[in-house]
């Protein structure tokens, strides 16, 4: 039977099969349909109309709530939705502010910087086909495949920010990669800037330099982008705040390859705030003569005690309001070298030499001062009242207790306290510190008192990172450290800058200064002014006096008159041939179980009218006044020869 019901013979007459034409076909399916049509029609019509009718009102009432809510209700939020598949926020680099030095000639400065970037969630979102497409941007732009993916991988394959996978591209070079990377989703050309600095010996460790934002970073301030570039060492990290700016946004329009149609004129944009520029007390001309003056003292230095001699400070402070002239620690670095990505070649240069480059000796060096020091211990014994201006006794070429013998350099007979700061008479200041004959002396505590009251022990303050506090021994130190008690010949020896006393060269600056100045400790200062980017001053930095009064005037000038016959009458005389008066005082510092000695000098002037302090410093350099003293000499003649 075939699908018609007719009975078939499947074996019967080929030919009589044959015989049922198309037209016979078509007429039998026809009269079957419409048998059947006629069936249902009257059995079963109204019921599945109805039905019928019922579903497609129900499908047009649910199509129309769908539009009206769609279009209506959430018609401005899924405009919004849609306008994110095309808009992308796009962020306006600050910039930062820039460094001067005090006659407004730029110490640090932006120039610009091409990144290549991309915007991880803009790749495809199937595994396959975003390592596909890694793999062509890998082929054009040559960033290597897995250096792709990692820094990629990192952020997250939806991370909306863009990821630079290749930094500090010339001009020319960001020309020909936008030229290359033209189609490709995801990836495009950034500008921004980065730091050039002046190739200034010592400004280096003074003004340090800018990196890419770390962790800690952000962790410490949630609007840092993980594009941005920070302050870490140096004015760059301590005045951080003043100098960034803030950052600005802009809205963009992007095709489907991430191409920028358009940017888009909306209330969102934010413009950029340029960071504020800084005026340092730093005067560049300055710096680079004392740099010339203490290259050339440690060379007179190597040739005088026959060893190598690297290392070495000089500061030159203002005593009227504390500001930072000149501040040179040697050796110094390029920090230019860190304002694009250093190489490891030279990263691994300075970090492995030993002379250590990085190392800013003039606020984190410490070392015993040796007889620098004797101007605070002649303070403290005068204000004490252990000693007066006009006391005098014999002073012998040694002391001697037990089996131990405490030196002076000469005999120098009988000595009053303004003669023995002029021949840095080693005995007068055992005498005033741990007592000698008649003279009780102060004892240790209250000679670390005024130690303290100098500023020595603690940090100066001044507007840079990580600066060393110093040491200032005591029995309670020594005890717990050492294990041992302690011994007048310990007073003895920090008594004139020996033992375990450790001071840093600012500090020592800063005391001489408030000798200088008639007794007031000032906070030193680097940064001199703020102002935005129109010049307009938003801060003017005023004289920081940390401490003053804890010395009379009449003991203050006591002081000054020692420091001034020392340039008259003893160990400073070359001083005398400078265009102006001045006084100063000769350091030598035993230090490697006394088999080397660093060489200091101290200096101020005009003597009548104080203006600048001088310390210097030669690691190794041996007798303060040969090779210390002549770089302070050449110093202060080019300073007031001006």
Known sequence: MDIFGNSTNLKGDKSKRQLRTKDELDFSYADTINEGLTKIEEKDIPGYLYFFKISIAMLFIILMGKLFY???????????????????????????????????????RNKPDYSLSIYPSDLPKKTADREDMLKKISETTGVG??????????????????????????????????????????????????????????????????????????????NYLLSDKVGKTGVEKSHEIELRGTHGVEQIEVDSAGNILRVLVKEGNINPISGNNLTLYIDRELQNKTSEALLAGMAN??????????????????????????MVSLPDYDNNLFSTKISDTDYNNLVNNKTEPLFDRAIKGTYPPGSIVKIIMATAGLAEGTIAKNTSFDTPPNITIGDYIFPDWKDHGNTNVVRAIAESNNVFFYSVGGGFDKIKGIGIDKTKKWWELFGLGSPTGIDLPSESSGLLPDPDWK????????????????????????????????????????????????????????????????????????????????????????????????????????????GTAQFLNNQKTHAWFEAYAPYENPQIAVVVLIEGGGGGNETALPVAKEILNYYFSR
């Open 479 to 586: 005890q717990r450290v050492i294990k041992e008690p302690w011994y007048i010949g310990d007073t003895y020896h920090v008594s004139i800058g020996q033992g375990d006393l450790l001071v840093t060269p600012l500090q020592m600056v800063r005391a001489t200064a408030a000798i200088a100045n008639g007794g007031k400790l000032l906070r030193p200062q680097l940064v001199k002014k703020i102002t935005d980017s129109n010049g307009v001053v938003i801060k003017e930095n005023s004289v920081d006096i940390q401490r003053e009064g804890f010395a009379s005037p009449e003991v203050i000038e006591t002081v000054q008159q020692g420091m001034r016959m020392a340039v008259t009458a003893g160990s400073a005389r070359a001083l005398q041939e400078l265009p102006v008066s001045s006084a100063g005082k000769t």
């Open 145 to 222: 495949y897995n250096d792709l993916k990692k820094s990629i991988q990192e952020k997250g394959n939806y991370f909306l920010d863009s990821v630079v996978i290749k930094e500090h591209l010339s001009h020319d070079e960001a020309l020909l990669m936008e030229e290359k990377i033209a189609g490709f989703p995801a990836i495009s050309i950034s500008l921004s800037s980065s730091r050039e600095y002046v190739r200034l010996p010592g400004i280096g460790h003074i003004l340090g330099y800018t990196g890419m934002v770390s962790e800690n970073d952000i962790k410490s301030n949630k």
């Open 301 to 326: 230095a190597r040739t005088m005690t026959k060893n190598e001699i690297n290392s070495g400070v000089v500061i030159v402070m203002d005593v009227r309001n504390g500001g930072i002239l000149s």
């Open 70 to 108: 769609l279009q209506i209700v959430f018609g401005t939020a899924n405009e919004k939705l849609a306008e994110g598949n095309r808009i992308r926020p796009r962020v306006i680099e600050a910039s930062r502010g820039e460094i001067y030095d005090s006659n407004g000639v730029w110490l640090a």
